[in-house]
């Protein structure tokens, strides 16, 4: 049986993992992201001499994911500035002889719970993460949706609730967008402390709900998903996946009516696959480089 | 060569048409819509004996389009109380005996302009209509996009600017949604008259370009479409679109760099085919269903 190496590339750290047709997940190293200087090397070192049939990586972005163009596999225009307009998928293709299958972290993870985890029954589905940023990941006739560059869900614009605390929000970019509203950064800005110390205060939840539960419904009248699926660090507060439900189904109104609104537990859910969505989700997009370049399972 | 109806089914109008292959407008009628006792048998009377192949509808909604449903082809949860739970599909089946393409009425507009129309070029594209409501067909892969149920983009939220005089938007569902701030009668509530009589007041389009500018930013970090329309009888105000684009690059603000976004002129577009982009879409629809039932061109 083949095995493909997979990398979820995220702005704190690399998460580096061989896996199998199965999904199984055989061997998983996390490296912190320093600079591509630093930070290249090690995570080559890893993928060498392993006897790989592919790579499929998952990375922070924006990313150019555009098969035409003259920077594809090439992250663009991050904040990250060490590693801004860098040839990710040439510099692993080149280094190590093997097909690179390449998208977004989140996408990614999308793609993974698609496959094999909580979202593998339906065709159309989104991954949101809420953490450090926020993130959404597509899930489109089940392959990871595109278009013009790649969807930027985290910053969608959000109505900043009269009564919050914060008077703006913390994007550079946005101000009040959900990331500028419910990131984890925000919350800690709003209240003076990071989320973990705050878990029993339940205003602070109920609002943090409330920004994602209008996401979610701004998702459902765009992206029109199948199932939604929620993560990242703030959903580590066990409170919140009951108070986003809520908050769904009170600003949404009752205007969309199908069976998945009527059970918001089965549409609404948490990630299936213990944090290892993300490299699942890579190994995916490996088999898919793999298979592109005449590869047969 | 075979002929295809269309239908353009809208609240106050119904549009009935007959087109060829080529998208070709051979004839057209406009109805007002009354309850279906009324407008069924006025729609039918237009279509029957024209030796159709298949006829294609475009309607208003909401629609349900899981052909697995059983409830497949009726006009589900609108306010229009007599077309409630109407099975519109199923009425023209059975009475002119041909197939029946369907979707909803922003789809077939979408559809239209994707098939012969300024998106042609493109696989992935957005139509949007401001006037009576605001309405937004999505089309991905070069296909109408439906999800769970389909795309409802006029419902997003959007944030009210701080010095708008309407203290709330006017959707009895969403308040201050898209629909509820930038729709005709949100602009006639607002400034106590109809848009087609402010025309020369720049704060009513300024404001309105804000709306429908942030909407559209909200589409781009969502859909991530390669080009977006925008029509409906709001668009008849030409100060508007140069507004908009100006709007969307502002508020943007850089966060998005593609090629498109770079050339506003040529991404963010007026209607192009003289609004018949319904009914070509309907005729599209139409030979769809053809094909799907064994038709040969």
Same mark, same amino acid.
């Given at each position: 049986? !083949?095995?493909?190496?997979? +990398?979820?590339?995220?702005?704190? =750290?690399?998460?580096?993992?061989?896996?199998?047709? #199965?999904?199984?997940?055989?061997?998983?190293?996390?490296? !912190?992201?320093?600079?591509?200087?630093?930070?290249?090397?090690?995570?080559?070192?890893?993928?060498?001499? #392993?006897?790989?049939? *592919?790579?499929?990586?998952?990375?922070?972005?924006?990313?150019? +994911?555009?098969?035409?163009?003259?920077? %594809?596999?090439?992250?663009?225009?991050?904040? =990250?500035?060490?590693?801004?307009?860098?040839?990710?998928?040439?510099?692993?293709?080149?280094?190590?002889?093997? !097909?690179?299958?390449?998208?977004?972290?989140?996408?990614? *993870?999308?793609?993974?719970?698609?496959?094999?985890?909580?979202?593998?029954?339906?065709?159309?589905?989104? %991954?949101?993460?809420?953490?450090?940023?926020?993130?959404?990941?597509?899930?489109?006739?089940?392959?990871?949706? &595109?278009?013009?560059?790649?969807?930027?869900?985290?910053?969608?614009?959000?109505?900043?609730?009269?009564?919050? !605390?914060?008077?703006?929000?913390?994007?550079?970019?946005?101000?009040?967008? +959900?990331?500028?509203?419910?990131?984890?950064? *925000?919350?800690?800005?709003?209240?003076?402390? =990071?989320?973990?110390?705050?878990?029993?205060?339940?205003?602070?939840?109920?609002?943090? *709900?409330? %920004?994602?539960?209008?996401?979610?419904?701004?998702?459902?009248?765009?992206?029109?998903?199948?199932?939604?699926?929620?993560?990242?660090?703030?959903?580590?507060?066990?409170?919140?996946?009951?108070?986003?439900?809520?908050?769904?189904?009170?600003?949404? &109104?009752?205007?969309?009516?199908? =069976?998945?609104?009527? #059970?918001?537990?089965?549409?609404?859910?948490?990630?299936?696959?213990?944090?290892?969505?993300?490299?699942?989700?890579?190994?995916?997009?490996?088999?898919?480089? %793999? +298979?592109?370049?005449?590869?047969?399972?």
């Amino acid at each position: 049986m !083949p095995l493909f190496g997979a +990398l979820e590339a995220g702005g704190t =750290k690399m998460v580096c993992a061989v896996g199998n047709e #199965k999904g199984e997940i055989l061997e998983r190293v996390s490296i !912190p992201t320093r600079d591509p200087a630093g930070t290249m090397p090690e995570l080559l070192d890893f993928f060498r001499d #392993k006897g790989l049939a *592919a790579v499929g990586i998952g990375c922070f972005g924006p990313v150019d +994911l555009t098969p035409q163009s003259p920077t %594809y596999g090439y992250i663009t225009s991050t904040p =990250k500035l060490s590693w801004r307009n860098y040839p990710i998928v040439r510099r692993f293709r080149e280094e190590l002889g093997v !097909p690179v299958g390449f998208d977004t972290d989140v996408n990614a *993870a999308a793609l993974g719970e698609a496959v094999w985890g909580c979202t593998r029954d339906v065709e159309n589905s989104i %991954y949101i993460t809420v953490g450090t940023g926020v993130g959404v990941g597509v899930i489109l006739g089940g392959r990871p949706y &595109h278009g013009m560059l790649h969807p930027e869900g985290g910053h969608i614009f959000v109505e900043r609730r009269a009564d919050d !605390p914060m008077p703006r929000g913390i994007c550079p970019y946005h101000g009040n967008c +959900l990331e500028g509203l419910a990131s984890g950064p *925000a919350i800690e800005q709003r209240w003076g402390r =990071k989320g973990i110390e705050l878990s029993d205060i339940p205003a602070v939840w109920e609002l943090e *709900a409330y %920004y994602i539960g209008q996401a979610i419904c701004t998702y459902i009248c765009t992206l029109s998903p199948e199932r939604v699926i929620v993560g990242g660090g703030v959903m580590h507060q066990e409170q919140m996946l009951p108070l986003i439900r809520q908050e769904v189904r009170r600003q949404m &109104h009752g205007y969309i009516q199908t =069976k998945q609104m009527e #059970k918001l537990d089965e549409y609404i859910v948490p990630v299936s696959l213990n944090d290892n969505q993300g490299v699942m989700g890579a190994v995916q997009l490996a088999i898919d480089a %793999y +298979l592109a370049e005449g590869g047969t399972l």
